[in-house]
T-cell receptor
């Protein structure tokens, strides 16, 4: 079945540590996205990639980094520079950038202890 | 029951009744709108979309209405079922530059609870 897979589903980290969230899709989509979701707020765009080997900052990119070395993979690193990293992180993909339906993964919940 | 947007982020509806979830969008240049459903602990799922050249679109038990005059979007769910309990998000595809760059902006969501 085609879809988008995020891992891990739950992750705990100590302050000062970097952590990388995985996102893999087998939908052959060009565009991929990372969103952050906090209680009572809408989804906020962290980074996006319209095509392999290219990515752009979203609205809240500070303290995060990404790479897009393969079409199917778009990992997100939450660095120690991110001041408030505890959140639910959602990865999504679409056939074309910002057009049509976004397919979301199941999310990764990061808790900083 | 009817939600009036951000001021009432929760909505409870008796099973079998119809529900209406409202969303106000910000950009009059937005040309595409989507409704997503998010169940607890899961990623959002596409429900229905509508382009700005339409004012109504129907799916299975769902209808989206678009009022461009007042920049208002609504999602109607008919004959609600327990599985409809979730958070519902609207999203607008904004044109953010003269070069046609687009940005998908999500609302804060409305929690719908179906009472058995």
């Amino acid at each position: 079945d085609g879809g988008i897979t995020q891992s891990p589903k739950y992750l705990f980290r100590k302050e000062g540590q970097n952590v990388t969230l995985s996102c893999e899709q087998n939908l052959n989509h060009d565009a991929m996205y990372w969103y952050r979701q906090d209680p009572g707020q809408g989804l906020r765009l962290i980074y996006y990639s319209q095509i392999v080997n290219d990515f752009q900052k979203g609205d809240i990119a500070e303290g995060y980094s990404v790479s897009r070395e393969k079409k199917e993979s778009f990992p997100l690193t939450v660095t120690s520079a991110q001041k408030n990293p505890t959140a639910f992180y959602l990865c999504a993909s679409s056939a074309l950038f910002q057009t049509g339906e976004l397919f979301f993964g199941e999310g990764s919940r990061l808790t900083v202890l | 029951g009817e939600n009036v947007g951000l001021h009432l982020p929760t909505l409870s509806v008796q099973e079998g009744d119809n529900s209406i979830i409202n969303c106000a969008y910000s950009n009059s240049a937005s040309d595409y709108f989507i409704w997503y459903k998010q169940e607890s602990g899961k990623g959002p799922q596409f429900i229905i979309d509508i382009r700005s050249n339409m004012d109504k679109r129907q799916g299975q038990r769902v209808t989206v209405l678009l009022n461009k005059t007042v920049k208002h979007l609504s999602l109607q769910i008919a004959a609600t079922q327990p599985g409809d309990s979730a958070v519902y998000f609207c999203a607008e595809n904004e044109i953010i530059s003269n070069f046609g760059n687009e940005k998908l902006t999500f609302g804060t969501g409305t929690r719908l609870t179906i009472i058995p």
